[in-house]
């Protein structure tokens, strides 16, 4: 059941085991003072307001979402980037939203205490050390994927997350779709029989970014700001605004990028197929190999256009396929996942689900969505975790996993070897170099919060 407990000024419910019904039951009497408990201010309307950290890109893309929901509002706007704030002040005006206030150092903005919860759609070196502070500061936090650089911060934020009882809900989106929730259904029945494969792949193309030289910042960016945990570096537009993700320093490459979203639907996929044999997936993979590189651009990025992954589980394979350069697809999806078993698989993509009998012939099973409408599903969650006292359906501790799944493939390929993984000290066995990359140096004055 749910027993509630006083902690500093206010009063938050702490879960201990019990059956289902009471839980249930204890939940649906808390929720006409949940927002009492968990909002920065009760009222009546029990509007959630938000602070926005990024206004473009993905970012800007949270802000539109989030202004579209007639009980948040945004209350504040933080970037780095003066010039950013033009666009986005605009959008929100076309959506009849309030002029917000605007800010380029989110602490400040976290010691406003009416503001609810933080929303992190920055580059992903600037994802934990925020998250953290904002629980930190009595803040709820929905978080970009992947929701850290590495797996030290994921550590980090879930542990903040906890010791600090806030809700936060990581940018998997597909964790609130209903076609991905159908198609778990289907695998999770046995409807595929012995299962020992899953995949995920991304050949979606992406684009060149040349060799561009160095250059000044421009006017209206605090560009030590920008760099923040990271190396002090000149200033080049391929390490800034979108590309920062192709670079060691900033980004998680297209692994990161793209795959923690078809890695996520493929480890579902293969949790509910070792549900329907009678089994349990474990958690964290034993071992990981990846192979590939800069085999097609030539370009500033790091990070490999061309890349295989391979996790080990008891009695399983996941394997992720990644040629960003191509465009062809992948079981009819330029994007996905797939779950094979013995008597037939299944194909999840990011509109909708198929399911093939043994021979490839395609069943009655399955339907289409869209892509529009697990986003903001996943917003509405977010709000109603925090409403309901509930974890969300991205909850920190889901998202650790998935965007650590990412990291450690990247570790792999960067070692160049397969790396057997401890999943109760969540590092390497006898490797130093690669459990070296499982964190990062900080640059002063910014570091990794103490929890």
């Known amino acids: 059941m749910i027993r509630l407990r006083s902690q500093g000024a206010g009063v938050k419910p702490e879960r201990?085991?019990?059956?289902?019904n009471m839980a249930a039951m204890t939940r649906r009497s808390l929720l006409a003072v949940a927002p009492a408990l968990y909002f920065g201010k009760a009222s009546a309307n029990e509007k959630l307001t938000i602070a926005c950290m990024g206004v473009r890109g993905r970012a800007g893309h949270?802000?539109?979402?989030?202004?579209?929901?007639?009980?948040?509002e945004i209350a504040t706007l933080i970037d780095v980037d003066e010039n950013n704030f033009g666009p986005a002040l605009k959008s929100l005006e076309e959506k009849g939203r309030k002029k917000p206030a605007l800010a380029r150092?989110?602490?400040?903005v976290l010691e406003d205490k009416s503001i609810d919860a933080l929303v992190v759609g920055t580059p992903d070196h600037w994802h934990a050390i925020p998250?953290?502070?904002?629980?930190?500061?009595?803040?709820?936090?929905?978080?970009?994927?992947?929701?850290?650089?590495?797996?030290?911060?994921?550590?980090?934020?879930?542990?903040?997350?906890?010791?600090?009882?806030?809700?936060?809900?990581?940018?998997?989106?597909?964790?609130?779709?209903r076609h991905f929730a159908e198609a778990l259904e289907y695998i999770r029945s046995g409807a595929l029989g012995k299962v020992t494969f899953a995949r995920g792949w991304e050949t979606a193309k992406q684009r060149s970014i040349g060799h561009p030289p160095d250059a000044d910042p421009p006017?209206?960016?605090?560009?030590?700001?920008?760099?923040?945990?990271?190396?002090?570096?000149?200033?080049?537009k391929n390490r800034f605004h979108s590309n920062w993700r192709w670079f060691f320093d900033y980004g998680t490459g297209d692994l990161g990028n793209d795959g923690v979203h078809r890695i996520d639907y493929a480890r579902r996929g293969l949790e509910?197929?070792?549900?329907?044999?009678?089994?349990?997936?474990p958690e964290w993979p034993t071992a990981v190999a990846a192979a590939g590189g800069k085999l097609f651009f030539d370009d500033d990025q790091e990070w490999p256009d061309t890349?295989?992954?391979?996790?080990?589980?008891?009695?399983?394979?996941?394997?992720?396929?990644?040629?960003?350069?191509?465009?062809?697809?992948?079981?009819?999806?330029e994007e996905g996942g797939a779950v094979y078993g013995e008597n037939g698989h299944v194909v999840i993509g990011n509109q909708g689900w198929r399911a093939f009998g043994p021979k490839g012939e395609l069943l009655p099973h399955g339907t289409k969505s869209g892509n529009d409408l697990h986003d903001p599903a996943h917003k509405r969650d977010f709000f109603d975790a925090i409403k309901n006292n509930r974890r969300p359906n991205c909850d920190i501790a889901i998202g650790h996993v998935s965007s650590s799944m990412t990291h450690l493939g990247n570790i792999a390929w960067r070692v160049n070897r397969k790396l057997k993984f401890d999943a109760a000290s969540q590092s390497f066995v006898g490797d130093a170099e690669a459990n070296r990359l499982l964190g990062r140096a900080y640059r002063a004055p910014w570091t990794l919060p103490k929890v």
């Open 16 to 20: 201990t085991a019990s059956d289902d």
């Open 62 to 72: 949270l802000m539109r979402g989030f202004a579209e929901m007639p009980d948040v």
């Open 105 to 108: 150092d989110f602490r400040r």
């Open 131 to 177: 998250a953290i502070m904002a629980v930190q500061a009595g803040k709820h936090v929905y978080v970009e994927k992947p929701c850290s650089h590495n797996v030290r911060e994921g550590q980090t934020m879930l542990a903040a997350a906890r010791k600090h009882d806030r809700v936060m809900q990581v940018g998997i989106q597909s964790r609130s779709g």
């Open 219 to 236: 006017a209206g960016v605090d560009y030590d700001m920008w760099l923040g945990p990271a190396p002090k570096r000149r200033f080049n």
């Open 272 to 281: 509910a197929a070792f549900t329907g044999m009678g089994k349990k997936l």
């Open 307 to 333: 890349l295989m992954v391979t996790w080990d589980y008891p009695g399983a394979l996941l394997v992720y396929e990644m040629r960003i350069w191509t465009g062809s697809k992948l079981e009819e999806e």
